[in-house]
């Protein structure tokens, strides 16, 4: 099993994402029913390890997370664009909401994942050495902005390879709750990490 922890977009969202996809060659788009904000890639795993990760999933308590996508940008490894993205406006609980998932991952037996998040969701993959052109496309679109709206739930995906793009299977849902309150101490952690102050 090749799963991972996400946020899904609203419809309504994936429609304002699919409306800037396009304009740049030698870039793979991704399909609009596929866009979702990554908490945990978790990778190829047996029964049980997903049931202990599920099991820890179910123990967090957060609350629902009102937001808009905000601003494009790119990932490049080695001078070489390999990624473009959308972020958030004010990414703070989204941190505050994968350090919960980061440690319930790590109860679960998983070790501590090496990258630093940084909250996005992928619009687009260069295929490898690729020379894109994009100044033209970040120009038009660097100041993307999507409706308002709010993530009131993660799940917990398994992703399964097909003859065209990857397919998204939802193996279980943990509701987010409005009525719970995170604290300004994990917001505090959250803008610390995110800021560096």
Same mark, same amino acid.
């Given at each position: 099993?090749?799963?991972?922890?996400?946020?899904?977009?609203?419809?309504?969202?994936?429609?304002?994402?699919?409306?800037?996809?396009?304009?740049?060659?030698?870039?793979?788009?991704?399909?609009?029913?596929?866009?979702?904000?990554?908490?945990?890639?978790?990778?190829?795993?047996?029964?049980?390890?997903?049931?202990?990760?599920?099991?820890?999933?179910?123990?967090?308590?957060?609350?629902?997370?009102?937001?808009?996508?905000?601003?494009?940008?790119?990932?490049?490894?080695?001078?070489?664009?390999?990624?473009?993205?959308?972020?958030?406006?004010?990414?703070?609980?989204?941190?505050?909401?994968?350090?919960?998932?980061?440690?319930?991952?790590?109860?679960?037996?998983? /070790?501590? #994942?090496?990258?630093?998040?940084? /909250?996005?969701?992928?619009?687009?993959?260069?295929?490898?050495?690729?020379?894109?052109?994009?100044? /033209?496309?970040?120009?038009?679109?660097?100041?993307?902005?999507?409706?308002?709206?709010?993530?009131?739930?993660?799940?917990?995906?398994?992703?399964?390879?097909?003859?065209?793009?990857?397919?998204?299977?939802?193996?279980? #849902?943990?509701?987010?709750?409005?009525?719970?309150?995170?604290?300004?101490?994990?917001?505090?952690?959250?803008?610390?990490?995110?800021?560096?102050?």
């Amino acid at each position: 099993m090749r799963i991972f922890v996400a946020l899904p977009l609203p419809k309504e969202v994936r429609q304002d994402l699919a409306g800037i996809c396009g304009g740049i060659a030698g870039t793979r788009w991704i399909e609009p029913e596929n866009f979702h904000l990554t908490l945990r890639f978790i990778g190829e795993i047996g029964r049980g390890q997903a049931d202990d990760l599920h099991t820890e999933l179910t123990s967090i308590r957060f609350p629902e997370i009102e937001c808009r996508l905000s601003g494009i940008g790119t990932f490049e490894r080695r001078g070489h664009v390999t990624m473009l993205w959308a972020g958030l406006d004010h990414p703070q609980a989204v941190i505050a909401l994968h350090d919960r998932i980061e440690a319930a991952a790590r109860r679960a037996g998983f /070790p501590c #994942e090496a990258r630093k998040f940084k /909250p996005h969701v992928t619009l687009s993959r260069f295929r490898p050495h690729s020379m894109p052109v994009i100044g /033209p496309y970040l120009e038009m679109h660097n100041a993307f902005s999507s409706r308002a709206f709010v993530f009131d739930r993660f799940n917990l995906y398994q992703s399964r390879l097909g003859h065209g793009s990857a397919i998204y299977d939802v193996l279980s #849902e943990y509701p987010l709750d409005q009525k719970v309150y995170y604290g300004k101490e994990a917001l505090a952690d959250a803008d610390e990490r995110l800021f560096g102050g």
